[in-house]
């Protein structure tokens, strides 16, 4: 036994002087482990590159995304504002009586009006260091007073330039210079599953940051709004959160959140933001023109029915007119409600979508070729865009 034991240790003592001599001619000749790993078939070993400051081992793995999002939040969150409004409401006290016609209580006006203040919150994006905001319509509808505070906790009021129902957005504007602005670049890319965070004031607790995805794009047909084109996402989106910022991981502004699947439907993380190409589009024409322009046919209309059999192939869907305004452009043309839309400009139309959007393209007063079926008879004629109406409830 203690033969075997000195063994060991003598295998051991080699095994260890073996080791400090290689570690030493690899220190000094370095080819030489190049030339080992040759013969045995193992590849070298590949250099990782880093960026400045940046330590190796924290150096993120392929495809992996940043430990930290803090630079996108400092880089963003001074451009995004709280919004606080107010309004005058009146209303009579109600009082109930028995009906006995409808066997239950009804409800009759009382005494004198009374008035009181309404308040409302939101969130904005500076978009000029001059003073403009985006931010939703529904925010600032019917206010009366509407004040800012901004990322460094000064309060200021600010005033309506204009706002966009069919989109759910408005512009305001506040006094100073030299502010915080957002960057516009229309051009961004976005695709599914790229890492947003969406910056506001979820029930007036302060400026807040929530991450998620990008869980769709160019969603519509939700009835949230005339013209949609929603970016989806699963970033967390509350009350007071409407009109705030959809930045990437970088913490370029990529949309204006404007609504939230109520978890009362069943829905879990489905949120809504208006693209920022739109954004812009309509902030440009709103300082410009006090409102959206766009051009507007005269009409209501719906997706067309598809018929027992199915459509011809090759054959668009159209959409199929519901209702014709007097007086307008579609009316003074003779086009009638039960008529079925094709194309406009040589243009496809296979939803109401594509319709609305085509003619809110186009300016006031262009003249445009619509093609559709009356009957199932082909037509083409030729109209006159006019503007179109603000909403009744702008």
């Known amino acids: 036994m203690p033969r075997l034991l000195d063994t060991l240790a003598f295998a051991a003592r080699s095994a260890i002087a073996g080791l400090a001599v290689a570690f030493v001619l690899m220190m000094l000749r370095p080819e030489l482990g190049d030339r080992l790993r040759e013969r045995i078939g193992v590849a070298a070993p590949v250099a990782v590159a880093s960026a400045p400051g940046e330590s190796i081992a924290a150096a993120p793995g392929p495809g992996s995304g940043p430990v930290s999002y803090r630079d996108a939040v400092q880089r963003a969150s001074p451009s995004v504002v709280s919004i606080y409004t107010a309004r005058v409401v009146t209303e009579r006290p109600i009082q ?185 589009a309509v902030l440009e024409q709103i300082i410009a023109h006090g409102v959206v322009v766009r051009g507007w046919l005269g009409l209501e209309y719906g997706d067309a029915p598809i018929l027992p059999g199915g459509l011809a192939p090759g054959t668009p869907r159209g959409v199929a007119i519901t209702g014709v305004w007097p007086g307008g452009p579609a009316d003074r043309v003779g086009l009638r409600p039960g008529d079925v839309l094709l194309t406009l400009n040589d243009a496809p139309i296979e939803h109401q979508t594509d319709l609305r959007d085509l003619e809110a393209s186009l300016a006031p007063g262009a003249d445009v070729v619509v093609g559709g079926l009356r009957a199932g008879v082909p037509f083409s004629i030729e109209l006159r865009l006019a503007q179109r109406p603000r909403p009744r409830s702008a």
């Open 96 to 280: 109930l009586v028995p009906n006995a016609t409808f066997q239950r209580f009804s409800g009759i006006p009382i005494g004198q009006p009374r008035r009181r203040l309404q308040r409302a919150l939101g969130s904005g994006v500076i978009v000029s260091g001059d003073g403009y905001v985006l931010t939703n319509h529904h925010v600032i509808a019917d206010a009366d007073e509407i004040q800012l505070v901004l990322w460094d906790g000064r309060t200021t009021r600010a005033r309506l330039v204009g706002s966009d129902p069919d989109t759910d957005l408005a512009v305001l504007k506040v006094e100073g210079s030299g502010l915080p602005a957002m960057r516009l670049d229309a051009e961004l890319s976005l695709a599914v599953g790229d890492v947003v965070l969406a910056i506001g004031n979820p029930f007036g607790l302060g400026q807040t940051v929530t991450q998620g995805i990008v869980s769709g794009l160019s969603r519509d047909r939700l009835n949230l709004s005339t013209y949609e084109n929603f970016i989806q996402t699963d970033a967390a989106i509350n009350e007071g959160n409407s009109g705030g910022a959809l930045v990437n991981a970088y913490g370029e502004l990529v949309g204006i959140n404007t609504f939230v699947l109520s978890r009362m439907t069943g829905a879990e993380g489905i949120g809504f933001a208006i693209p920022l190409a739109t954004a812009k």
